[in-house]
């Protein structure tokens, strides 16, 4: 399987195809293909599984598409201005994503929700309780809200996100929130009562654009609200 990720503000990733591999995503996700890829749609893994997708933001059902012949071309967009981040699985290994972050993936890739263990963190970290994990071996390809930034987080080292700003993170990163410090930056900073912390090792992947944060700026900056 090649990759080629194109596009600025609204991405597309092509992925060319041999026969006999394939590429999953969820329904409606695919742009276009070529005449020699086949289509099968399923729950990927049994009713349970799919619910459990659903819970995390993405479709119940989803879509296999498998190249009958060498050279066979897919393509999925982006929904959203942003970028398309490939992340390259080993064996075992495994990513937290923001909900509805998941484009498509190679079909060896499992995708399941992944629960916070921490309440807190799940309420009032403005992720979301539930995510999407995804474990290896194989490529995922996740669709970031504006701009990525990559962090290396050392053992130990902490990073202060503002709610909305994670997108992906290495399962070996802690995740947890913390009360904003002083009642004037709680009243008057305009940042809220709560930030999330990500606490390393592991690798942090960071979004410029939040669609929650441009959906209430143009919400609140609307004059006919």
Known sequence: MQ????????PVVTIKLQKG???????????????????????NGGIMKGLGR?????????????AESDNAEIAFSSCFPGQILEVDLKEGESIIAQKSAFLCS?????????????????????????????TGPGKVYLEIDGDVVKKELAVGEKLIVDNGYLA????????DIETVKGLK????????LFVTTLKGPGTVWLQSMPISKLAATLYVGNPNQ
Not at 22 to 42: A, D, L, P, Q
Not at 113 to 132: C, D, S, T, V, Y
Not at 185 to 192: Q, S
Request: hydrophobic share 45%; aromatic share 8%.
């Open 185 to 192: 930056n709680i009243v008057f900073g305009g940042e809220g």
């Open 168 to 175: 992906a993170m290495q399962e070996s990163v802690q995740m």
């Open 54 to 66: 659903a819970l995390a933001g993405e479709s119940l059902f989803m879509n296999v598409f498998t």
């Open 106 to 134: 190679e079909a060896s890739v499992n995708m399941k929700m992944h629960f916070k263990k921490k309440l807190g963190a799940g309420f009032f970290g403005g992720e979301g309780f539930i995510m999407q994990k995804m």
């Open 21 to 43: 591999e394939s590429i999953v995503s969820e329904n409606g996700g695919m742009s276009w293909m070529s005449e020699n890829i086949k289509m099968s749609t399923s729950t």
């Open 3 to 10: 990759a080629i990720i194109s596009g600025n503000s609204l």
